[in-house]
């Protein structure tokens, strides 16, 4: 398979993706939390995988709803592919006429080098700094900036660690996929007891941008697709662009793609 990566990833002390001149069009995206039970947003996932006319695509973490090791897109010997091979397949179509890359979620924070280079993707550091159109745009999934999520924060610093994704990842597959169960049922449990999540902080994502020269963060992770002016006073002004979940069953349904295109502003366009 030919390697899609035709951009370049700076050396500097904030990760930078150099968009090569060629490229007019780069499509972002996150928090799709894809899994075998929501077929109608998958169907529209590899639809628009199969149509997209962007020169790249950046997903921004949460592409999966939950990842336990790259052995889950590895079927057991005499076992058909399931699901998780199938969205290799997908992306591995789409690096043909796309460039792909992969920054981490929090669900998806163990997806590996490995699944990455079958899919044809490159792994992006959170957070990057995408060069496009002679502009800065700071890249983040986001969650590392919900700062008020005190106990959240707390977890991501353990699991994070070489030390615990090591160990995680040395328990049995059946073992992991149980352990992921029963965090996700905590997750829902919190989500429909009407518990409040943080948002990202704004002294913090103004730091970031000070520190990357850049003047608009991208992010997910919120589910709150908006634009936030975060200090209008500076020239150019300080934006926060968030990026949509995806839902196919959702009344209305939730897909969205946010487009960067030379010489014209960001817009959101359906997928």
Known sequence: MPSPISASLSSASWPELIAPAHWRCIDLISDLHLQASEAATFEVWQQYLRSSSADALL??????????GDDVAKPPPGQPPGFEAECQQRLAEASQHMALFFMHGNRDFLLGESFAAACGMALLSDPTVLVFDEQRWLLSHGDAL???DTDYQQFRSSVRTAAWRTHFLAKPLAERLAIARSLREQSEARKYSGASYADVDTAAALQWLQTAQASTLIHGHTHKPAHHRLNPATEPPKQRLVLSDWDANAS????????????????????
């Open 59 to 68: 997903i921004l973490g949460d592409l999966f709803e939950v990842w336990v």
């Open 146 to 148: 919900c700062l008020d």
């Open 252 to 271: 209305p349904p939730r897909l969205e793609v946010l487009r960067l295109s030379r010489g014209a502003a960001p817009i959101r366009v359906a997928p």
